[in-house]
């Protein structure tokens, strides 16, 4: 039986993390709106949605050093307000400078407070009740990105943009009293030196190739600045790989790589993350600015992406029991790759089921890929590793689902130019692109080894 109290407590981190995916995904819908609002090209937009996603990534392994210097109800609290008036600043900017702006500040908070919010569960929690309160911060995270691109069409639709980012704040002031009350503020203690260094390098880098991307895809490329920026993000990421291999403390612990199933694990999810970004990126833009889609239609049918994740999850861990995991993530990668092909072949004229109908099978591809590669990179993993492994894992998730806009944004802008010289959808060869990540995908899912995760899927011997 779970204690009321603890009850409450992981539901306040389900409604958190229900607030940060649902800021995550929503604004898709409204790039097209927000574009114009703003005077931008839509692939230019784009940057609203890595900023924000790439911040978390970054920032995530901070939470739990911030933890043990301040306690959590501090940072608990001061992660949701500073989530909320963000999202205000969202909501009042007027240049499309001062979003980014502000989308990184709320990267910042959310950054702490989904990982911070499940560190107090979990640390009060006993083993039997693990599950319990897993399934009630998970399964209100599952349900935003699913309403996320019908929401953001109809209030794009019947209002105006800033909505997205209106609607976050009396959640925010309910989660800020909810968190005050409910959060208990442990004991500070003294944390392991903070990686600065790594801080510095890893920051720099991402910042720098974030925006050297962003800048690829602008009508007229500002080459004198973007390729030093290419330059220094290749440096700085290479610098940083170094110093996290050699640190006592790092920031992300990388020497976990050295696990063959982890590693193997790491890649393949890394590319599939690649794809699973892309795809909910590109499909809007495509309704809305070739198909000439309203911005509640083009949100019903990519709905059908995250209607396939949830609609396959009872079938995943039957599959990988029955199958093992180098069969099904061999089966899920090609799908999704064929699946993203199969995007590049629409058009205007395409059925409108049948493209729900390929939405659907992408979404359940990328569903079983995502549970599979989770799950295996974790398989082998010693107990004394197990913490820097799980972050390095969700850190990683995190980080590449952002990259994944810039490499669409990157790809879709490279269409632009072979159109204008061959008459092809910029569409068809971003599409295309990102397929070959699939592909690449599928490769590294063929390389496993048949009896890779097979201590997950083993039966316990009967005993008499």
């Known amino acids: 039986m779970v204690a009321p109290r603890l009850r409450n407590v992981a539901l306040l981190v389900a409604g958190c993390f229900f607030m940060e995916l649902l800021d995550a995904t929503i604004v ?44 959590y109800r501090r940072v608990f609290v001061s992660a949701i307000g500073i989530f909320t008036l963000a999202s205000l600043g969202c909501a009042l900017s007027q240049s499309f400078d001062e979003l980014v702006a502000m989308r990184v500040l709320q990267g910042v908070g959310g950054a702490m407070m989904v990982p911070v919010g499940r560190m107090v569960v979990f640390e009060q929690a006993e083993k039997p009740q693990v599950m319990r309160l897993m399934s009630y911060i998970v399964w209100p995270g599952l349900v935003a990105p699913v309403i996320a691109p019908l929401a953001g069409g109809v209030i794009t639709t019947y209002a105006n943009w800033r909505w997205l980012f209106a609607i976050n704040i009396p959640l925010g002031l309910v989660g800020v009293v909810a968190a005050w009350r409910l959060i208990e503020g442990r004991p500070t203690e003294t944390p392991p030196p903070l990686d600065r260094v790594g801080v510095l390098l890893t920051c720099g880098g991402l910042t720098a190739l974030t925006y050297a991307a962003h800048l690829v895809t602008e009508a007229r490329v500002n080459w004198p600045l973007a390729a030093p920026l290419l330059v220094a993000s290749v440096v700085l990421l290479a610098a940083a790989t170094r110093h996290l291999l050699r640190a006592p403390t790092p920031l992300v612990d990388l020497r976990t790589l050295r696990i063959g199933t982890f590693a193997d694990a790491m890649s393949g999810s890394v590319l599939v993350w690649l794809v699973i970004g892309s795809i909910p990126f590109l499909l809007p833009l495509l309704f809305q600015t070739v198909f000439g889609w309203s911005a509640i239609k083009s949100g019903a049918v990519v709905l059908f992406v995250f209607v396939g994740n949830i609609a396959i999850k009872p079938l995943t861990t039957p599959m990988y029991s029955t199958y093992g995991f180098r069969r099904v993530l061999l089966a899920a990668t090609a799908c999704l790759t064929l699946s993203t092909v199969g995007c590049a072949l629409l058009t205007a004229a395409t059925p409108v089921i049948a493209i729900a109908l390929l939405a659907l099978i ?61 008459g092809r959808s910029p569409y068809v060869v971003a599409f295309l692109a990102v397929s070959l990540v699939g592909a690449a995908a599928t490769a590294v899912a063929y390389r496993l080894h048949p009896t890779a995760g097979e201590v997950l899927t083993r039966r316990e011997p009967v005993r008499t």
């Open 28 to 71: 898709v819908t409204a790039v097209p709106k927000i574009s114009a609002s703003l005077h931008v090209r839509p692939g230019t937009t784009a940057l609203i949605i890595t900023a924000y996603l790439v911040t978390v990534a970054v920032l995530i392994p901070l939470s739990a050093w911030m933890t043990l210097r301040l306690g």
């Open 362 to 422: 992408s979404g359940a591809a990328r569903s079983v890929a995502m549970t599979g590669y989770s799950t295996l990179a974790m398989s082998d993993v010693p107990t004394a590793q197990m913490r820097n492994a799980n972050a390095l894992n969700a850190t990683g998730q995190q980080l590449f689902t952002g990259l994944a806009v810039a490499l669409s944004t990157v790809a879709l802008r490279f269409g632009e130019l072979l159109g204008d010289r061959g």
